[in-house]
Nanobody, 115 residues
């Protein structure tokens, strides 16, 4: 059974940094991509960043230049380095793993950015 466990969220002041991690277990091959989505209160879930097995990345416009997604394939772990955080980055950040036609989700980690 595939499980995703996120960590690294918390409270940070505007301008600060956080590094999120997401470790996948129960899977050893066939991962197409991993990445991050976020959902702020009262808003729809939105893409933050993804990275393929080959290392190709995709970012939301709001994340470009501030966030960096990376991946350790040997550990089945994806990271999200978030710099220059803004109050509007406050959300629950959830990890996604794509394998074949299946998407797997983590429970998420809360990021709160104070002004």
């Amino acid at each position: 059974q595939v499980q995703l466990v996120e960590s690294g969220g918390g409270l940070v002041q505007a301008g600060g940094s956080l590094r999120l991690s997401c470790a996948a277990s129960g899977i050893s091959f066939g991962i197409i991509a991993m990445g991050w989505y976020r959902q702020a209160p009262g808003k729809q879930r939105e893409l933050v960043a993804t990275i393929t097995d080959g290392g190709s990345t995709k970012y939301a416009d709001s994340a470009k230049g501030r966030f960096t997604v990376s991946r350790d394939n040997a550990k089945n772990t994806v990271y999200l380095q978030m710099n220059s955080l803004k109050p509007e980055d406050t959300a629950r950040y959830s990890c996604i793993l794509v394998r074949g036609a299946m998407n797997y989700w983590g429970a998420g980690t809360l990021v709160t950015v104070s002004a």
